[in-house]
Structures are given as structure tokens and as C-alpha cells.
């Protein structure tokens, strides 16, 4: 019932987390009314990024061919793909499910925009900080990127440092 798209926000914030027809219903209703605006509809993907839900890294890799979605569009990329590498209760998952998908994304991303791509590599440079498990997973994914063929500098530089 917000009569603001921030108020409008802030509650789909709060339902992004939730299971529920009521989240569902949010997210559609939010979509709907500003998928012509192309700033608001980076926040409805990053809040989707953003939700502390067992199924997020399901729904990310969904919104990732959502037809909005396309890496050649450096905001909404970011609002994807940073939103979910700052998600540390999903991207940290014990699997090393979400370390892959950022990874996949930054090697995909590097071919179109290398800037963009070597902003997104961060959140793997953490994996010194990390139990042994979750820091050797991260490790693999930083050590792929700098393997990846015709990589960037841009993105060699960032996972190579990372590496240390």
C-alpha cells in the first residue's frame, strides 16, 4: 500500500527473505510496475540477490536469463552479480555453489567489459578469512579465472592479486 517507490522497496526488502505467496506477489506486483524504469528494476534484482534464502543461488541463476537481465548492461550486472557476492549467507554457502556462479559471471562478463568484470572479482579475494573448506573452494574459482583463455588484464590483475 506504499505510495513511494522507496516505502515500495523497503517492505519487497523485508519480503525477499520470506517464503510465502505474499513474497511472490511483491516481487510480480514491484516488477510489473517499474520494469519500464531501468534504475528500479536493478534494485528488484539486487533485492533478490540479496535474500537470505536457501533457494537465492536457484533463483539468481533464474533471474540471470530473466530477459531484463544482460551482461552487457554494466548496472544491472552489478546489481546481480555484486549483490550476490555481497550476500555472505548465500555466496558462502558450504557447496561453493556461489563462489562458481560469480566466477561463470565474471569470465562471461570479462569478454564484454573488462572493467565492469574486475569489480566483481572482491568478493572471492576474501578466501584467507574463510574456514579451510569454504577458502580452498574460493581459492579454485580465483585460480580458474586467472587460467580462463584471453582473459583480460583488467580481471587477470584483480584475481591474480587476490590470489597473493
Keep these: 500500500?506504499?505510495?513511494?517507490?522507496?516505502?515500495?522497496?523497503?517492505?519487497l526488502g523485508v519480503?525477499?527473505?520470506?517464503?510465502?505467496?505474499?513474497?511472490?506477489?511483491?516481487?510480480?506486483?514491484?516488477?510489473?510496475?517499474?520494469?519500464?524504469?531501468?534504475?528500479?528494476?536493478?534494485?528488484?534484482?539486487?533485492?533478490?540477490?540479496?535474500?537470505?534464502?536457501?533457494?537465492?543461488?536457484?533463483?539468481?541463476?533464474?533471474?540471470?536469463?530473466?530477459?531484463?537481465?544482460?551482461?552487457?548492461?554494466p548496472n544491472r550486472l552489478?546489481?546481480?552479480?555484486?549483490s550476490f557476492g555481497m550476500n555472505h549467507w548465500v555466496f558462502n554457502h558450504s557447496s561453493g555453489h556461489g563462489y562458481r556462479f560469480l566466477a561463470d559471471m565474471i569470465i562471461a562478463a570479462d569478454k564484454l567489459n573488462p572493467q565492469v568484470a574486475a569489480r566483481l572479482v572482491p568478493p572471492l579475494g576474501r578466501w584467507r578469512r574463510l574456514e579451510q573448506n569454504r577458502s580452498e573452494l574460493m581459492r579454485t574459482q580465483l585460480e580458474r579465472i586467472v587460467d580462463a583463455r584471453g582473459l583480460s588484464r583488467d580481471v587477470f590483475e584483480q584475481a591474480s592479486k587476490s590470489l597473493g
Design 1 to 11: 500500500q506504499a505510495d513511494n517507490m522507496t516505502d515500495r522497496q523497503g517492505a
Design 15 to 73: 519480503l525477499v527473505s520470506l517464503d510465502g505467496p505474499e513474497r511472490e506477489q511483491a516481487l510480480a506486483a514491484f516488477h510489473d510496475r517499474f520494469k519500464d524504469d531501468a534504475l528500479v528494476l536493478d534494485k528488484w534484482f539486487a533485492l533478490q540477490a540479496s535474500a537470505q534464502r536457501d533457494s537465492t543461488l536457484d533463483e539468481v541463476k533464474t533471474l540471470a536469463s530473466h530477459p531484463a537481465f544482460t551482461l552487457q548492461n
Design 78 to 82: 552489478r546489481a546481480l552479480a555484486s
